[in-house]
């Protein structure tokens, strides 16, 4: 559109995409293989193309309904949209391109990796080039405030008003999963429920909703703190949560290990008991 039709077009955002994607021999393979066994033989590999790490886990939902239209997508079609795809390539026109183009790209994305979009920013007349920490090629679906806020910029359209409360609630999920959520949420009383709120709307919609900061990190932030303070129970909880948010068995190691530094031994010493514990739990599997 931005080539052949720039007067309809006032501003481009373009996203986990390229001005070329893989090779003509690749999509062909790939067509062949659809005709001949359906979508249903993309499938295994697919939840590691298109998603960032933990993402399945975080919102397993969001991930089941994406891979089930991939299932019931229709195969001929499929197919032609590959061949249409092995012969597209306007890295030679984008210099061509004077509309204002936004490239947006997942930095964690196999597909179209981040120097796919940049080419793009750098390559058209007014290019601008954005990297989403912790996104893989699907950005839409794992970053969406992020992206729709991104875009609103770009275009400069107002953004829409917050509700910091569905926003909290939507990060509180992700982080300590539906079952852990669901659960509180079951549980709460008309003492409680003023005081569940509360930590919906300031810790995880107004404090986990900011930008500074991705959520490995603040996982290794909150992990520290509740292990200086003695919060043990909590320290259980945002254990799962920062495996769910991508930190490894060794990492949370040395983060206890260094805590016993700066903390203290004994309060490194229960956080490494508590630790044992939950770590094997989850990585047994009852990561709810």
Partial sequence: MALDAPTRVASATVLCTGAIIGTAQGWHERASTVRTHGTDALLPG?????????????????????????????????????????????????????TPVLAIAGAQDTPTPPESLQRIATGVKHGRFEVLDGVGHLAPAEAPERVAALIA??????????????????????????AHVDRAVASTTDL????????TE????????????????????????LIARGHHEEFAMHLRAARRNGLTNDEIKELIMQ???????????TAFRIAADVLADYDGGAQG
């Fill in 192 to 199: 409680t429920a003023d005081f569940q709120r509360m930590i």
């Fill in 153 to 178: 910029n770009h275009t400069g359209a107002p953004v829409p008003p917050v509700d910091v409360y569905t926003a909290g609630m939507a990060v509180r999920r992700d982080v300590l999963g539906d």
């Fill in 259 to 269: 805590s016993a530094v700066y903390c203290g031994v004994p309060d490194a010493n």
């Fill in 46 to 98: 697919t939840p590691q193309r298109w998603f960032g790490a933990g993402f399945v886990q975080r919102r397993p939902g969001v991930a089941a309904a994406l891979l089930d239209a991939l299932h019931h997508a229709d195969a001929e079609s499929y197919a032609r949209t590959c061949e249409a795809l092995a012969s597209f390539d306007v890295e030679q026109r984008l210099a061509d391109i004077v």
């Fill in 202 to 225: 300031y810790a995880w919609g107004t404090i986990w909703t900011r930008p500074g900061l991705d959520r490995r990190s603040r996982s290794l932030i909150t992990l520290t703190a």
